[in-house]
């Protein structure tokens, strides 16, 4: 069974480019969460969907930093223009929330995108 | 002010001894949950073990376990019998289920170094 899928796996580019980063969740997941993770700030939340919709996006830095999640099976997030600050490791996870046992999920993360902008 | 605080940044252990990360946690929620995951140098990020704030048992997950002290508001993790494998870094997390919706926060994690 297939995990979470990401792509591209290593992105380096140039400032003032635009980003696009894509994941496939876990096939009957219903919520997607996107990270972002440093040295300095650690694994922050960025945005997450339950049933495709974006719930609590406060977490995204700034107009720069947009996400969609068209269908059950794919999401983006897109940076646009992307800056030298926002060279980081870009998770995507996917979990299966129930609306009985909503306190224990476990989120499955795909391996990352390792963004740099030089 | 921190949610999740992993006070030691590095800890060695000798290969087949236990270790204990260290991890606490701030939460007014009556409802929460902790988790633990690894990251190896590979990246990846692994499930290691939960805990529901209303479990009255330490959960355990083979030769993982999770010393839960609610009214110290600690949960930190024991690994038993360690091995050169088991190097990484260690993040604690924390899902607050009446206040935080499905976020859960991470704390700065602990790398672990095995000691052959």
């Known amino acids: 069974d297939a995990g979470v899928i990401q792509s591209p796996r290593h992105e380096v580019t140039e400032m003032g480019q635009e980003v696009t980063l894509r994941c496939k969740p876990i096939?009957?997941?219903?919520?997607l969460f996107w990270y972002r993770q440093t040295m300095m700030r650690g694994l922050e939340l960025l945005i997450y969907?339950?049933?495709?919709?974006?719930?609590?996006d406060s977490g995204m830095p700034e107009d720069r930093f947009s996400a969609k999640m068209p269908n059950a099976s794919f999401s983006t997030l897109k940076i646009q223009p992307s800056e030298p600050r926002d060279s980081a490791v870009y998770f995507c996870?996917?979990?299966?929330?129930?609306?009985?046992?909503?306190?224990?999920?476990?989120?499955?993360f795909g391996p990352g995108t390792r963004l740099t902008v030089t | 002010a921190q949610k999740i605080t992993q006070t030691q940044p590095g800890m060695f252990v000798q290969e087949k001894e236990a270790v204990t990360l260290d991890c606490t946690y701030d939460?007014?929620?009556?409802?929460?949950?902790l988790f633990w995951y690894k990251q190896p140098s590979s990246g990846e990020m692994i499930f290691l073990i939960y805990?529901?704030?209303?479990?009255?048992q330490n959960a355990t997950e083979g030769r993982y376990s999770l010393n839960f002290q609610k009214a110290r508001k600690s949960a930190n993790l024991v690994i038993s019998a360690s091995q050169l494998g088991d190097s990484a870094m260690y993040f604690c997390?924390?899902?607050?289920?009446?206040?935080?919706?499905?976020?859960?926060?991470f704390g700065a994690g602990t790398r672990l170094f095995v000691k052959a």
């Open positions: 969907f339950n049933n495709n919709v974006p719930i609590d």
């Open positions: 997390a924390m899902r607050e289920l009446n206040t935080g919706g499905f976020k859960t926060i």
């Open positions: 996870a996917s979990s299966l929330l129930g609306a009985v046992d909503r306190e224990y999920y476990e989120q499955y």
């Open positions: 096939s009957g997941h219903n919520s």
């Open positions: 939460t007014s929620d009556q409802s929460y949950g």
């Open positions: 805990q529901g704030s209303y479990d009255e």
